[in-house]
């Protein structure tokens, strides 16, 4: 399994911290959020390789971070420079997998949360059901349900809908962005693209995947921590404990 990291963000939320250094490199305690990920996907040996897709700006310096780690980690630039001509969350997966020839199960997570339990929990759950997976919660929020993929489920947690950035959410249960793809649904992704799926919001290409195949939503066990501006950024930093095995 390989797992893709998306990092190709320029964070302008959280500016002027991030004006000139990635967000997955911030630090949150005494490590970096890169460092919370791949150190704990690491300790059960789950993945070969990770691969940190970062754009033009920010790849010298993910580079350096990754020099310095003991798992193999290969950065893929996209070659943008600015948030105006970012390529989008689908597209950097795509432009990944095509580079590096990847043709294996996929884990795809977003650089810039922190998780306060252990992600092989997800793995292994998307590995027992030989499936296409999300993770979920419920978030009690109106307003912040508007922000979020929506997923729809049965009994069985099988995906009926979901749906990015809905006008009317048809439910409380929100996916946030990591994602497991089986191999033969990874190579999917140009279809899905071609298909008219968005590809700014990661969890688009999932949402018509959904569509195509079983797919499945594993409620969350624990807690995300979203930093997405200096106010959160303060409070992860006042209240994060680490991930609880």
Known sequence: ??????????????????????????????????DWLVDDIDTARLADEFVVISNHKFARQFEAWAAAKQQKISV??????????????VNDIRYAMEKLGIDEDVLVIAGDNVLDFSLTKFITYAQKKKASCVMRYYEPNDQKLLKCGIVTIDANDKVLNMTEKSVNPATHWCCPPFYYYTRNDAKLIQKGIDNGCGTDAPGSFFAWLSKQTDTYAMEMPGNRYDIGNLKSYEEVQRTYKGIEK
């Open 76 to 89: 893929v630039d996209d070659g943008t420079s600015t948030n105006e001509t970012r390529l989008g969350a």
């Open 1 to 34: 399994m390989k797992c893709l990291i998306l990092a190709a963000g320029y964070a302008t939320r959280l500016y002027p911290l991030t004006e000139n250094f990635p967000k997955p490199l911030l630090k949150v305690g005494d490590k970096t959020i890169l």
